[in-house]
Nanobody, 124 residues
Framework: QVQLVESGGGLVQAGGSLRLSCVASGLTFSTYSMGWFRQAPGKEREFVSAVSRSGNRTVYADSVKGRFTISRDNAKNTVYLQMNSLKPEDTAVYYC?????????????????WGQGTQVTVSS
């Protein structure tokens, strides 16, 4: 049974930083691309970032490019999202997801497994 557990969310002031982690179990981690998505109240779930199986390819939403960095440690079955220069519009529940596709994709419908999410709140 695949399990993804996010952590690292919290309340931070605008301009601050947070680092999200997602630990995976029940899967061969290195054979999955990993993604981060977010969902704000009343809005659809949106793509944030994704990383390929080996970690050598990363993709970012335009809204976070230059501020967020995704990385992974296959030895630890963990994917990270370093979030800097946070803005109030980054406030959302952040989810990590695992995808068996060979290429990195940005649509949530491709992803096979999801975590429960971690709340990120950025105050102005």
């Amino acid at each position: 049974q695949v399990q993804l557990v996010e952590s690292g969310g919290g309340l931070v002031q605008a301009g601050g930083s947070l680092r999200l982690s997602c630990v995976a179990s029940g899967l061969t981690f290195s054979t999955y691309s990993m993604g981060w998505f977010r969902q704000a109240p009343g809005k659809e779930r949106e793509f944030v970032s994704a990383v390929s199986r080996s970690g050598n390819r990363t993709v970012y939403a335009d809204s976070v490019k230059g501020r967020f960095t995704i990385s992974r440690d296959n030895a630890k079955n963990t994917v990270y999202l370093q979030m800097n220069s946070l803005k109030p519009e980054d406030t959302a529940v952040y989810y990590c997801a695992a995808d068996r596709a060979l290429v990195v994709v940005t649509t949530p419908y491709s992803y096979d497994s999801w975590g429960q999410g971690t709340q990120v709140t950025v105050s102005s």
